[in-house]
């Protein structure tokens, strides 16, 4: 009687201890989220990592892990760090409300950041054990935008609507719903529905019209209704476009305009910035002669490419020094980034194509003899070859893609991508413009040296997200647009 009386006893004291760390660690969240809010890390900090490493036994830990996780993902985009509090989530609390929410997260890190189709594969299975193990669980809404999104960088178009869908008719409500349709539109185009897809556009216009989402969508319906027409509409000369005045730039080689309406050009004198927003901010120009041009990264913003390096002009981008075993390149000549970050080098030094992680590290040497040029639509990775005449292609496993069509091109410049996938070809030493399918299917072609326009020798060619084409007039000393 006297062994359970204390046996009781010592239960009851150790419900007493436990429930006064629950409580201890419940004041430190409260004050770990008040240092947060006010900007306070530090603070909040050293209150979350007491609560990790003196209360792990109580119900608020997992909460605490979540916060770390969410802290090192969303201010110092740590993602190795915040990948390891989501793991602890997975592993010691399997059982918690938080553990959906670790999921979730890991399988976003790695649709952010992941570098391979193997990456993304996982994420995806990744989500389906979140959607077993936790049915009805509050982040299966942010799920089905996760699982959308991979879906379509996977080429499963028809599996992305269907996740697109389901988010905007059973979660209307979501933050994520316009950008949903902006994918759902890509994803039609991409199956094979135009229509389709300028309708979902406009949906997005009508039901979101103040979201950012909605102006980019109407960038893109221009683009798109000069495909869904019975012929490819004839390019007309914007003569309000500020490079169009002859002998402006010193002989522009190269021009880019990025999704955020910034224009570069190089020229003999290094290189210019402008923007076709009005009043917009735009960086200060180069006097560097060894800027040789540009390209886009993974999210359509310019990025500088020098002889010697690449500049992502954005901080928390770096790809460090590009070497191979000690060979470092000198002399690129272009370059091209994929939607994984992945970067593709064309250097006239080892006169081949070598591609990069971002951050750095040199993943494959394509045995090329002289490439030209490089461009990225998507995953695929595209190449001007030695000739001048031909391209070779390559997905997303860095796989050789069998090409045909693309008859009579023959002294090509330049070439560039429309957001929907159609490639613009500058070829006859600058004198015609072609616009393909990339299944090799001819869409349009203008002689740009026949006098109607004012054109001396196109040496560049950029497409904007409204389908806008820009020529630089290396000659002429001016960039022209084109509607």
């Not at 306070?40 to 792990?56: G, P, Q, R, V």
């Not at 996760?146 to 379509?152: I, T």
């Not at 693309?406 to 616009?435: C, E, M, P, Q, T």
Request: contains cysteine; charged residues 25%; hydrophobic residues 40%.
């Amino acid at each position: 009687m006297r062994t359970l009386r204390w046996m009781c006893l010592f239960l009851m004291a150790c419900s007493y201890g436990l429930a006064q760390n629950n409580d201890q660690a419940e004041r430190l969240l409260e004050n770990a989220v008040t240092f947060l809010n006010a900007g306070k890390y530090k603070e909040a900090l050293a209150d979350l990592e007491t609560i990790i490493n003196s209360y792990a036994d109580t119900p608020t830990a997992p909460r605490a892990l979540l916060q770390m996780g969410t802290y090192h993902l969303e201010v110092e985009q740590d993602h190795d760090k915040a990948l390891s509090y989501f793991s602890q989530i997975q592993s010691r609390y399997a059982s918690s409300e938080e553990a959906p929410a670790a999921f979730f997260y890991k399988a976003q890190i790695v649709e952010d950041r992941g570098q391979t189709r193997a990456q993304l594969e996982e994420a995806v299975a990744d989500l389906i054990r979140m959607s077993n193990l936790y049915p009805d669980n509050a982040w299966q809404r942010e799920a089905n935008f996760l699982f959308g999104k991979l879906n379509l960088r996977l080429n499963d178009y028809d599996m992305a609507l269907s996740y697109f869908q389901r988010l905007e008719f059973f979660f209307s409500g979501s933050k994520r719903v316009p950008a949903a349709l902006l994918l759902s539109a890509e994803a039609a185009f991409k199956r094979g529905n135009p229509d389709q897809a300028q309708l979902i556009l406009a949906r997005l216009q009508r039901s979101f019209p103040n979201s950012e989402q909605a102006e980019k969508a109407g960038r893109l319906l221009r683009c798109l209704s000069r495909f869904t027409s019975s012929a490819y509409p004839a390019l007309q000369l914007d003569t309000s476009f500020f490079g169009a005045t002859p002998k402006q730039f010193a002989g522009p080689v190269a021009v880019l305009v990025d999704d955020t309406n910034l224009v570069g050009v190089v020229d003999n004198k290094g290189g210019r910035f402008g923007s076709l927003e009005p009043g917009a901010q735009v960086p200060n120009g180069t006097n560097s002669r060894d800027l040789r041009g540009f390209t886009r990264d993974r999210n359509g913003r310019m990025v500088l490419v020098y002889k010697d390096r690449i500049d992502p002009r954005d901080e928390k981008l770096s790809f460090g020094t590009l070497n191979n075993n000690g060979d470092t390149l000198k002399d690129i000549r272009a370059a091209g980034i994929d939607t994984f970050g992945r970067l593709f080098v064309v250097d006239d030094d080892v006169r081949d194509l070598w591609a990069f992680s971002r951050e750095g590290q040199h993943l494959k040497s394509f045995g090329l003899n002289r490439p030209k040029l490089v461009r990225c639509y998507q995953n695929e990775i595209w190449v001007l070859n030695n000739d001048g005449d031909s391209f070779t292609a390559f997905n997303a496993d860095m796989a050789r893609m069998p090409l045909r069509g693309f008859s009579n091109l023959s002294d090509i410049k330049d070439f560039d991508f429309d957001s929907f996938g159609h490639l613009y070809v500058l070829s006859s030493r600058g004198a015609v413009l072609s616009i393909w399918r990339r299944d090799g299917t001819a869409l349009y072609s203008v002689n740009l040296k026949d006098g109607t326009f004012p054109l001396k020798q196109a040496e560049s060619v950029s497409v904007d997200l409204s389908g806008a084409v820009y020529l630089a007039d290396r000659r002429g000393g001016a960039v022209y647009r084109f509607q």
